[in-house]
T-cell receptor, first 114, second 115 residues
């Protein structure tokens, strides 16, 4: 069965520092992969997605992610974190078939120190 | 173009009451997904609907929960005889097409509290 693991529950970084959030997935075929961000009390906003092609994908707000099939990973990165990036980040994989339902990881809460 | 709308944003129910959560998809979207987010957890898929059809309800609890997406009007997630364990945030997402390659647009969620 498909699954997504985000190993880090909480991460704290200083403003201006680089960021990497880890995501590992389990899926039999080429996956559809997504990163979403959720601010407190808000819904989810799509940061970026990978379907095929270039394994380094660019998203909004300066985020990027790299798909590594050999490691079953889709880690999210940002070169310089801003205080407004503090939020919860979810990695998700498309479950396949025709339904399009998403399977989410447990989420990583990012705290940004001034 | 308005985004996905959900109401109410917050809902308080006593144990045993019914909860009705509404979702209006984005204009032009005929595919609706419901997800539940329990405290300190990620989102879990509940049900996928198209207009007048339930396509996949593999994530729905077998009892007390039902969903519909009528030809006219919003999608409704209905929870009968709520229990404390139903307290969660319920998110609706819509998509213009089915299939894994289409982005789902999420609403702000309904936060249900059962007292």
């Amino acid at each position: 069965a498909q699954s997504v693991t985000q190993p880090d529950i909480h991460i704290t970084v200083s403003e201006g520092a680089s960021l990497e959030l880890r995501c590992n997935y389990s899926y039999g075929a080429t996956p559809y992969l997504f990163w979403y961000v959720q601010s407190p009390g808000q819904g989810l906003q799509l940061l970026l997605k990978y379907f095929s092609g270039d394994t380094l994908v660019q998203g909004i707000k300066g985020f990027e992610a790299e798909f590594k099939r050999s490691q079953s990973s889709f880690n999210l990165r940002k070169p310089s974190v801003h205080w407004s990036d503090a939020a919860e980040y979810f990695c998700a994989v498309g479950a396949g078939g025709n339904t399009g339902k998403l399977i989410f990881g447990q989420g990583t809460t990012l705290q940004v120190k001034p | 173009n308005a985004g996905v709308m959900q109401n109410p944003r917050h809902l308080v129910r006593r144990r045993g009451q019914e909860a009705r959560l509404r979702c209006s998809p984005m204009k032009g979207h005929s595919h609706v997904y419901w997800y539940r987010q329990l405290p300190e957890e990620g989102l879990k898929f509940m049900v996928y609907l198209q207009k007048e059809n339930i396509i996949d309800e593999s994530g729905m609890p077998k009892e007390r929960f039902s969903a519909e997406f009528p030809k006219e009007g919003p999608s409704i997630l209905r929870i009968q005889q709520v229990v404390r364990g139903d307290s969660a945030a319920y998110f609706c997402a819509s998509s213009p097409r089915s299939g894994g390659s289409y982005e789902q647009y999420f609403g702000p969620g309904t936060r249900l509290t059962v007292t």
